[in-house]
């Protein structure tokens, strides 16, 4: 038995079972054993791989997306670019990279990385000093920690990492769904709450599921939210969330563990492996608005980099690369934007200031 199993045995023992999101951040963050405090998950060595790993391209563009933001701010002498959750600091230092031909811009940034991760915090670290002596990042635990002032912030593949809450439908009102200790199977298992008629966590539409319905929230993820658009609204400045998820809140069981590239049990290897689920975007967009910001889309990740001229920008690539490297650009650039690959599955939120026109890849 892993330590974090024991230690989720004699959690429950104590406090009885955990509620979804309690596990998903014992598994992720436990500050000893958790999925991201232990290791980095990415890559073809790792559990799974994202969009700035796939390809220079994507941080490329969405530097130069954040530089006509900037543009469109009236160009302040001095901006915070923020990335949440920043992996391996790849997409930052694509971007920073892109974004040298806009001097000023380049000029007014200053880098700060909210990242919880010890381990990633040291790859960050390794990867903007051999690709940007020059910048001095700072780190965060928390967005609420960024100093005052105009943002940009960039979240890829943050938000899906934040801990949901299930709750079931029954014909007596909610059951949520929590994480117990089977004796018998001397494993752990999904059981339900008692029945409760009604839940103010629960918002419309997903209040008026039909019964049997399964259906998700993440506090945490609407909270963060909330913390960044009422930031953008007070103080000026933009955010690109990309993230798997869906545009219009619907029932349905998301919660998913990888591991090694594959889909694992989500109970059997706590700590081991990722746990994910689908960002409801129309959640997030309107906590969004509640606190003051305006939104953009979701639109599909293909068709968002499209209009940021993904297709030129490969086609520029590959004329000076090797048939190797063309063959690889060109499978980067289907991955990325393909209906069937990332391209659809992978939506595109921006939240900004109400006074913004509308951004680059959403007009
Ligand atoms: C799926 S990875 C995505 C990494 C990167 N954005 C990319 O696209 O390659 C999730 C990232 O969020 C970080 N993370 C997870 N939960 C966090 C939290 N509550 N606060 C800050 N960072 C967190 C992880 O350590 C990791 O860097």
Same mark, same amino acid.
């Given at each position: ?14 406090? &009885? ?7 998903? %951040? ?7 054993? #958790? ?12 559990? *799974? ?8 391209? *994507? ?17 302040? %002498? ?9 992996? @391996? ?25 909210? %990242? ?19 910048? @001095? ?143 409801? *975007? ?14 953009? #889309?979701?639109? &599909? ?60 890849? *959403?007009?």
């Amino acid at each position: 038995m892993t330590a974090l199993l024991a230690h989720l045995r004699r959690r429950i023992a104590l406090e &009885g079972p955990l509620t979804v999101a309690r596990y998903m %951040e014992e598994c992720l963050g436990n500050p000893a054993h #958790g999925y991201y405090m232990t290791r980095d998950p990415l890559g073809a060595a790792g559990d *799974f791989t994202t969009a700035p790993e796939i390809s220079q391209m *994507f941080g490329e563009l969405i530097g130069l997306w954040a530089a006509v933001q900037w543009q469109a701010m009236g160009e302040p %002498e001095s901006v915070h670019l923020v990335e949440l959750g920043p992996g @391996r600091g790849t997409l930052m230092a694509d971007a920073l990279r892109a974004v040298a031909t806009v001097a000023p811009f380049r000029a007014a940034v200053q880098v700060h990385l909210v %990242e919880t991760s010890p381990v990633l915090r040291d790859r960050q670290r390794d990867t903007l000093a051999a690709h940007h002596p020059d910048v @001095r990042p700072q780190w965060w635990n928390d967005l609420s920690q960024v100093p005052a002032g105009p943002a940009l912030v960039i979240a890829n593949e943050f938000f899906d990492a934040l801990p949901i809450r299930q709750f079931l439908r029954g014909a007596e009102g909610w059951r949520e769904r929590l994480v117990a200790w089977d004796q018998d199977a001397d494993a752990l298992a999904f059981v339900l709450s008692g029945a409760q008629a009604e839940s103010p966590l629960i918002p419309p539409p997903l209040n008026a599921v039909p019964e049997d319905s399964l259906i998700e929230i993440c506090p945490v993820g609407l909270r963060k939210g909330h913390t960044l658009a009422a930031r953008l609204a007070a103080e000026g400045g933009a955010a690109l969330i990309v993230d798997y998820g869906h545009d219009r809140s619907a029932p349905g069981d998301t919660l998913q563990a990888v591991k090694d590239h594959e889909y694992a049990d989500v109970l059997a290897d706590p700590g081991e492996a990722d746990l994910t689920a689908h960002v409801d *975007f129309q959640q997030l967009a309107q906590t969004c608005i509640q606190a003051g910001a305006v939104t953009f #889309g979701p639109v &599909g990740q293909g068709a968002f980099l499209s209009s940021l001229g993904i297709g030129q920008r490969a086609q520029a690539l590959s004329a000076r690369a090797d048939a190797g490297q063309q063959e690889a650009i060109a499978a980067a650039l289907a991955r990325l934007t393909g209906d069937d690959q990332m391209g659809r599955l992978f939506r595109v939120l921006a939240v900004q200031h109400p006074s913004l026109p509308a951004p680059p890849g *959403f007009e």
